[in-house]
């Protein structure tokens, strides 16, 4: 299944992109091995362990599924969270040495080059959505709520020790500014969930991972 996209992806660029049963299967393999990459990295986020599946050419250059014939509406929700959660491997894993040491100025780097990462998605997809749907918001919240839950995410990487009042006192100057920086973020979150009536709208047809993943 895992081969699905690469062979797919050929044949678009060979100009031999057609509507028959054996293009049809590979469009589902390829939509199905993209879900299975979320949601291996959605458990091994949230059980802590090291994801198996990789962001390598299976899921590369993705959004491109969004010009096959055979592509349909719920394909741009998938392919911008698989792009995302690719963004978030790279991130996860340049912190991933760093856990076991001292927070430190390279983690602060990165976590800003992260930041960049994410903001960049989030301007792409949120165009895109904006385009093709004349009442899009549901959809900017939730990829607006994906791109804040994933910062939120690996900011806490570098706000850990921090246990009580006490750390609090001896938190570095770029250690506090990302920890009232990640309050904010959680305040934006709240504020989307609770308060905007299109997405508790758009929320109440969520699959449970939807709300476990958040």
Not at 48 to 74: N, T, V, Y
Not at 91 to 106: Q, R, T
Not at 173 to 198: F, M, W, Y
Request: one cysteine or more; proline letters at 4%; charged letters at 25%.
């Amino acid at each position: 299944m895992h081969k699905a996209w690469p062979e797919l992806l050929k044949r678009m660029r060979a100009n031999k992109v057609s509507t028959s049963t054996k293009e049809r299967q590979l469009v589902i393999s390829a939509r199905t091995w993209f879900c299975l990459y979320l949601f291996e990295h959605q458990m091994s986020y949230g059980t802590g362990r090291p994801a198996i599946l990789k962001d390598d050419e299976s899921i590369w250059q993705c959004r491109l599924l969004l010009q096959h014939p055979l592509a349909i509406e719920d394909d741009m929700r998938l392919v911008s969270t698989v792009e995302l959660m690719a963004i978030r491997e790279r991130v996860h894993n340049n912190l991933s040495p760093l856990f076991e040491k001292p927070v430190d100025d390279h983690t602060f780097n990165v976590l800003r080059e992260a930041d960049l990462e994410f903001r960049n998605w989030f301007a792409t997809w949120d165009q895109a959505f904006s385009q093709k749907y004349e009442d899009a918001a549901f959809y900017r919240q939730s990829l607006q709520i994906q791109h804040l839950t994933a910062e939120l995410f690996h900011n806490a990487t570098a706000l850990r020790g921090i246990d009580g009042p006490e750390d609090v006192q001896r938190m570095p100057h770029a250690q506090r500014e990302l920890a009232i920086k990640s309050i904010n973020i959680g305040r934006q979150i709240l504020d989307i969930t609770v308060n905007s009536p299109a997405y508790r709208e758009g929320m109440k047809y969520g699959l449970y991972y939807s709300f476990d993943s958040r």
